[in-house]
């Protein structure tokens, strides 16, 4: 099995590494948002994955509950939930990302409770004021932990921790910086199963493979024969398959502006600090999502930066129907790419993979646009 | 209004307001003439001089900031800004039918569509790009109870270049007794409000004014009293007042708390509730049914409301908004004045009852429902309302267990008719009130 093979591994909720996790009597907690610190969790000796829903095909209790324009990410987690497909889980952990994260755990706690539940209130917008309050939000979330667990999280196993966490990003940036090369040395649909395992298994182990697979593409010769350089931004996007749809069209994904990229790896935790300081800095300063308000300039800015670092041709701005931030915050982009002139594509998608005809076509014209310029 | 009050308010709006506040005319017109027929009581006088007052803050280069529905303005009015409640507009076009030009022309530029983003503040998207709104000096805004407003003010800056700024509302409660108590929102709520007012001192070259604010809060205060006790004497069977009254005071709160004007208007409306139950007259004659209704009134469709009163002597006794929570605090201090702004901005209508967890919502349904004896719920949900409509279900779920009183939920949108309209809105209730409730 190559190690690419084995990331693949990690693709179903419970995968083999959550598996021999919980044989060891230990607890696994899910997560919905990439603004929950997983280092807390990780320094109480829980293993927190990023909660998703993977396998779902109808959501008729999500209809019912969420209502039909509750977006399709929601919809399937509370159908799953409800369904007790994350019965493997010993609690859940969420916060105000969005109304509709934050409305699936309430009907999650109402319909379908899980053993352990804990919601962090983050601000909305950055500064030294809501730092402050966020700093105050982390103790209570790990005061939580050690008293529903029985654990102890010292300063230590925070620094140790964060350590880990810092390792994993540092990798991921070193692998994701090759993506720049005119001949990349890893696909856009290989780099998501990366970013999905990065949030779903043990991070010294995750951390082992990423190594290996970086000396395994250590020299290799990369992929050239694609038509166009993509950026692909935008909804929370956890399924591989959308990106392989675009690749097989020609198009080479070598950067990304979504939850599980970037903004999750792209600068690493002060370890010189207080560590509840850091983390609460760390969390509120990094690229931020569209829920953050008064960063959209910085958001855009980010994003404009790595179209010129990763040579982008054109960008697929995905974007789950019903998403109200991601709407508003691709309405701002689009108007900065245009200004640039740089071409980009406007897909709407569902959660679950569908209209995949249609998705195709409109790629396959993008990319005939891409050709010609 | 007599003949030549009508006069005097009709010929302020003649001449050109410029193109930036043909908009805002149309609506000043609209109001006369609809005024015209109703006594010139101090409603009335209040929002047609707050027509009057952003004109002249035009001519004068006064500051206008403009902010969304979520926070009573006082701390603006103590700091001699104008304030321009947002959604005065989408409210004020929806019975004239004025959204939908710029719903459509919001659609066509790509900001968001009716399902997931809404149109309280869509609409001046495309009113922005035809030039006929006016945009402010500053903004701003409190990122809930929803995503639709902190997108959007983020979009309104991107397209007016107007700095903004924002507050975060936390999740918890101040209340001891709440189980999602949190000792530290209140100082939090507090340091954000001093650095509101440090942000509004440097944006407009001058020092609040402490003495000023303090009476300001003080008008607040009466204000919010008056409106506590009009709430209060909805209570009595039969409700003394008609089914809109309870909303006039939102209005009254969210446009012109911190003024003696709404200190006049709330008294007004509370009196009048009092006479009426002192001299046994109801709001809708020979009631039976009283409605809760745990969401916003349909604004594009007047007639509704009267419709209900009309054909089921049904009564809705407050909306969402109309429901207001924020009670009067101690402002005997400057630092207790700022703990009555924080207060309010947790408390205000529907932040206070969706900024949180689901129980809050819940909490105020089955409160509203035993506290005001409510027959029936109806709550008609905007699409795109996804922190609201997200949580009915269960709400509704709560109050048939526990209470006993059944709900009827819809989706539609308040602001643009075309999308449910007003046949189909009278078909539902029509079919709940009569096969369900009476």
């Known amino acids: ?373 | 209004m007599d003949d030549e009050t009508y006069r005097k308010y009709k010929k302020l709006g003649r001449g050109s307001w410029g193109k930036d506040l043909s908009l805002w005319k149309t609506m000043y017109l609209g109001f006369i003439n609809l005024a015209k027929e109703e006594e010139f009581n101090p409603f009335v006088e209040m929002f047609a001089n707050m027509f009057l007052r952003v004109v002249n803050a035009r001519k004068e280069g006064k500051p206008i900031i403009m902010y969304p529905f979520n926070f009573e303005p006082a701390l603006f009015i103590a700091m001699n800004l104008t304030p321009l409640m947002q959604e005065t507009f989408s409210v004020g076009l929806a019975p004239l039918k004025l959204n939908e030009p710029y719903i459509d022309i919001t659609n066509k530029m790509g900001y968001g569509d009716t399902p997931t983003l809404c149109n309280a503040q869509r609409p001046i998207v495309g009113a922005y790009k035809q030039g006929v709104a006016p945009i402010p000096d500053l903004m701003f805004f409190t990122p809930t109870p929803c995503n639709a407003i902190t997108m959007s003010y983020q979009v309104f800056q991107q397209l007016t270049d107007v700095p903004y700024f924002t507050m975060d509302v936390p999740y918890w409660a101040y209340d001891q007794l709440n189980e999602f108590y949190d000792e530290k929102i209140i100082d939090y709520m507090v340091k954000q409000t001093k650095d509101l007012i440090f942000w509004l001192e440097k944006e407009t070259n001058q020092k609040l004014d402490l003495e000023k604010f303090q009476q300001t809060m003080k008008l607040v205060n009466e204000a919010r009293q008056n409106v506590l006790e009009f709430n209060e004497l909805l209570k009595n069977v039969p409700c003394p007042m008609p089914s809109l009254a309870g909303f006039m005071n939102f209005t009254a709160m969210a446009t012109h708390s911190g003024t003696i004007e709404a200190v006049k208007a709330t008294k007004y409306i509370r009196d009048e509730a009092a006479e009426n139950i002192k001299s046994g007259i109801a709001g809708v004659p020979d009631e039976k049914v009283r409605i809760a209704w745990p969401y916003t009134h349909i604004f594009f469709d007047v007639d509704l409301l009267p419709w209900i009163e009309e054909t089921f002597q049904a009564v809705v006794i407050l909306d969402i908004l109309g429901y207001y929570p924020v009670l009067p605090h101690d402002v005997s201090t400057i630092e207790k004045c700022y703990e009555s702004v924080a207060k309010g901005v947790l408390d205000f209508s529907m932040v206070g009852t969706c900024r949180g967890n689901a129980e809050f919502y819940i909490d105020f349904c089955l409160n509203y429902v035993k506290d005001y004896k409510i027959d029936a719920m109806i709550i008609p949900m905007q699409f795109a309302c996804k922190h609201a409509y997200a949580i009915t279900r269960i709400a509704a779920e709560a109050v048939r267990e526990q209470l006993g009183i059944p709900t009827l939920i819809f989706g539609v949108d308040p602001y643009d008719s075309r999308e449910v309209t007003s046949e189909t809105i009278k078909a539902k209730i029509s079919e709940f009130l009569t096969q369900v409730v009476l």
């Open chain 1, 1 to 373: 099995m190559t190690i690419l093979e084995k990331f693949y591994q990690s693709i179903p909720l419970e995968n083999p590494w959550i598996e021999s996790w919980k044989k060891e009597g230990k607890k696994v907690l899910g997560t919905f948002c990439s603004y929950i610190p997983d280092e807390i969790i990780y320094a109480a000796d829980i293993l927190p994955i990023r909660i998703r829903a993977k396998g779902c095909a109808e959501t008729p209790m999500g209809d019912a509950y969420l209502t039909q324009t509750a977006c399709s990410f929601t919809r399937c987690c509370l159908e799953m939930a409800n369904r007790k497909q994350y019965n493997f889980l010993d609690g859940m952990i969420s916060c105000n990302s969005c109304d509709q994260i934050r409305r699936l755990f309430d009907n999650i706690r109402f319909k379908a409770p899980p053993p352990f539940h804990h919601f962090l209130s983050v601000p909305g917008n950055v500064n030294e004021t809501t730092i402050d309050w966020f700093k105050h939000e982390l103790t209570k979330f790990k005061e939580t932990l050690e008293e529903n667990f029985s654990v102890d999280i010292s300063d230590n196993k925070l620094r140790d921790a964060i350590k880990i966490y810092n390792k994993s990003r540092t990798l991921l940036k070193e692998l994701y910086m090759l993506r720049k090369n005119t001949a990349p040395p890893i696909s856009g649909t290989d780099m998501m199963n990366i970013l999905l395992t990065n949030v779903s298994i043990p991070k010294e182990q995750f951390n082992e493979l990423l190594s290996q697979q970086l000396q395994e593409i250590d020299g290799k010769e990369g992929i050239s024969d694609y038509k166009a350089r993509i950026m692909l931004a935008g909804s929370m996007l956890d399924d591989p398959d959308y990106v392989k749809i675009i690749e097989e069209l020609g198009g080479l994904v070598v950067t990304d502006a979504y939850c599980l990229g970037p903004r999750y790896f792209w600068d690493n935790v002060d370890e010189t600090k207080n560590p509840m300081d850091a983390l609460a800095n760390y969390y509120m300063s990094r690229v931020s999502c569209p829920r953050m308000a008064g960063r959209q300039s910085n958001r855009v800015e980010h994003i404009v930066d790595l179209i010129k670092e990763f040579n982008v041709d054109g960008v697929i701005l995905q974007r789950m129907k019903f998403c109200a931030l991601w709407w508003g915050e691709i309405f701002i982009i689009r108007k900065k790419l245009k200004e640039l002139n740089i071409p980009f594509l406007d897909l709407e998608r569902e959660y679950v993979m569908s209209g995949v005809g249609a998705m195709k076509t409109r790629v396959q014209g993008f990319m005939e646009v891409l050709e010609a310029r």
